[in-house]
């Protein structure tokens, strides 16, 4: 198999047919502020901070709830899922790559950071192979453009994956529009029943190949109005989650100071003061996504030991610096 990437930063859009009339006018300005809304976010999508340019402000959601106090689950973390066996599935896969894990990572832009965290955390030498299946300006309110579900059924059936890591949910704190509902605002209860069947679906798809998933919840953000809609989805995400038997990994508290608040700078492995976020206040830098998956990488090999040891095989010998691949 070879491995899955998608180079650049593509955005998708639906094209309308040309028409005339200012009823159509009124009918598609959701569909423009969506659009507007998903160039904004793609500006911050490298993660090198000297190649960001400067983002727009983020505008609050009119007529959003800030703490979105419909949403009836727990704080992320509360009630973590207990560490499930590794299906006999993957157990097969491995024993058949002589011993290599494949870890796919869905997501956003912010996947993507994930994902490149994880590459270099989990190196091919130590017997991984960590596939990009993630795709920039994309979620659960984006369906027009892109299905995730249908994304990820074809992704999985070309390259299966025996652990799966999930982040999304920076590109959905807006409201979206349904030919069948109308306007969805932002954590109403239409929405949140939407976007709950869609990341449903989506979960459930992976889980039908067997592979262990993982969700990876989103940090704090630099914007106190998008930082609270935050918070609200990582607790409509842990709650599905909770319900799929999928542990929901909490990354906020990796990502703020000793006063619970936002900061660019937090302590690395050593205890020294580095950057970790990018000027837009929103996605992290490399050594960011290394903090915030530190213990996501620990679960992932013990789930590899344990398939390994099932499947009779141990991991690649590392290589020896110099050595060629």
Same mark, same amino acid.
């Given at each position: 198999? =070879?491995? =899955?990437?998608?180079?650049? *930063?593509?955005?998708?859009? =639906? ?13 598609? /300005? ?33 007529? %959003? ?33 002589d011993?290599?894990?494949?870890? +796919?990572?869905? +997501? $956003?832009?912010? #996947?993507? #950071? ?21 795709k ?25 994956? $025996?652990?799966?890591?999930? *982040?999304f ?18 954590? %109403?209860? !239409? ?6 069947q ?8 992976i889980?039908?190949? !067997? ?12 914007d ?20 799929l ?9 990796? %990502? ?11 302590? $690395? ?11 837009? +206040? ?16 620990? /679960? ?11 499947? +009779? ?10 050595? #060629?691949?």
């Open positions: 198999m =070879t491995e =899955t990437v998608e180079a650049g *930063s593509e955005i998708r859009r =639906t094209e309308h047919p040309a028409r005339r009339g200012a009823a159509w006018l009124a009918a598609d /300005r959701m569909a423009v502020l969506v659009v507007g809304l998903i160039a904004g976010f793609a500006v911050g999508l490298s993660f090198h901070p000297p190649q960001l340019p400067a983002p727009a402000p983020l505008a609050p959601v009119a007529g %959003s709830a800030p703490m979105a106090d419909g949403v009836a689950a727990p704080a992320p973390g509360a009630t973590p899922v207990a560490a499930a066996p590794v299906d006999a599935r993957v157990v097969r896969h491995v024993a058949a790559a011993g290599r894990v494949r870890i +796919g990572v869905f +997501g $956003d832009s912010f #996947g993507i #950071g994930v994902w490149d965290a994880l590459y270099r955390d989990l190196p091919r030498e130590q017997g991984y192979e960590v596939l990009r299946f993630g920039e300006a994309t979620g659960f309110t984006r369906y027009n453009a892109l299905n995730l579900e249908e994304r990820a059924r074809e992704q999985l059936a070309k390259d299966p994956v $025996d652990i799966a890591v999930i *982040s949910g920076a590109n959905d704190a807006i409201p979206f529009y349904t030919k069948e509902g109308g306007l969805q605002p932002l954590m %109403s209860p !239409g929405w949140q029943r939407i976007v709950g869609r990341l449903d679906g989506f979960v459930r798809a889980q039908a190949t !067997g592979a262990k998933v993982y969700w990876l919840g989103l940090p704090a953000m630099r106190p109005v998008l930082d609270a809609n935050i918070q609200a989805m990582n607790r409509l995400y842990a709650a599905h989650m909770q319900a038997g999928v542990p929901f990994l909490d990354t906020r508290s990796l %990502s703020v100071d000793e006063k619970g608040q936002y900061t660019a700078h937090l302590p $690395d492995a050593k205890g020294v003061m580095r950057l970790m976020r990018t000027p837009d +206040g929103l996605h992290m830098i490399g050594i960011g996504y290394e903090r915030i998956t530190s213990g996501l990488i620990d /679960r992932i090999r013990k789930d590899a030991d344990e398939a390994r040891r099932r499947a +009779g095989k141990t991991a690649p010998a590392t290589a020896a610096p110099g050595a #060629g691949a």
